[in-house]
């Protein structure tokens, strides 16, 4: 089982719905999770930033944690087309470990 | 505030040939520093990372290195690039553990 395991898409949405984008994990060690937008041809840029269990939000954009179920999620309301993008979701424990980030999943909020 | 320079932006270079990629980052001091490589459809794969000058983590065993000079400078190097070394590389940096991860813009590398 991979460490984290994130659903490519590509995921199209007609602009204003509601998108869901998820991952899940192994390692009950990570306590920081993290959404990152990439556009493309650019590097990836900070979105959320959750630590523990529980839900963020900023603006249309909500980040959930269930560490329970190993499961994360961020939804963002009223999309636009400029939320097409990659959705990376991020995560880490303690101490010095780098992030193992998920594969990404494509979003295309069309006009 | 703090800021990362990533160089060169674009290049392509024939099989053989060496390869030096820099980064800087600006504003801080003594960060975590990595380099990543994003290709198609494989997501963000570790390289290297370093939590201090002279030290260096080497996440997948392949032809490339990395060296740290400065507290701030990080450089991806390679003595004789491949086909398979193409794709996106992705310099960032980060405070400690917890604590964000910034990426640079990228260096989009072809190898020809």
């Known amino acids: 089982q991979k460490e984290v395991e994130q659903d490519p898409g590509p995921l199209s949405v007609p602009e204003g719905a509601i998108v869901s984008l998820n991952c899940t994990y192994s390692?009950?060690?990570?306590?920081?999770f993290m959404w990152y937008r990439q556009y493309s041809r650019k590097g990836p840029e900070l979105l959320m930033y959750t630590y523990s269990s529980g839900n963020k939000e900023d603006g249309r954009f909500t980040a959930q944690v269930d560490k329970s179920s190993k499961y994360i999620s961020l939804f963002i309301r009223d999309s636009q087309p400029s939320d097409s993008a990659t959705y990376l979701c991020a995560m880490s424990g303690a101490g010095n470990t780098p992030l193992v980030f998920g594969k990404g999943t494509r979003l295309s909020v069309i006009a | 505030s703090q800021t990362i320079h990533q160089w060169p932006a674009t290049l392509v270079q024939p099989v053989g040939s060496p390869l030096s990629l820099e980064c800087t980052v600006e504003g801080t001091s003594n960060p975590n520093l990595y380099w990543y490589r994003q290709a198609a459809g494989r997501g963000l794969q570790l390289l290297f990372y370093?939590?201090?000058?002279?030290?260096i983590s080497s996440e997948v065993p392949q032809n490339l290195s990395a060296s740290r000079p400065q507290d701030r400078q990080f450089i991806l190097s390679s003595k004789k690039l491949l086909l398979s070394d193409s794709g996106f590389y992705l310099c960032a940096w980060t405070t400690g553990a917890g604590n964000t991860i910034y990426f640079g813009e990228g260096s989009w590398l072809t190898v020809v």
């Open positions: 390692n009950s060690a990570f306590q920081y």
């Open positions: 370093s939590v201090g000058i002279g030290q």
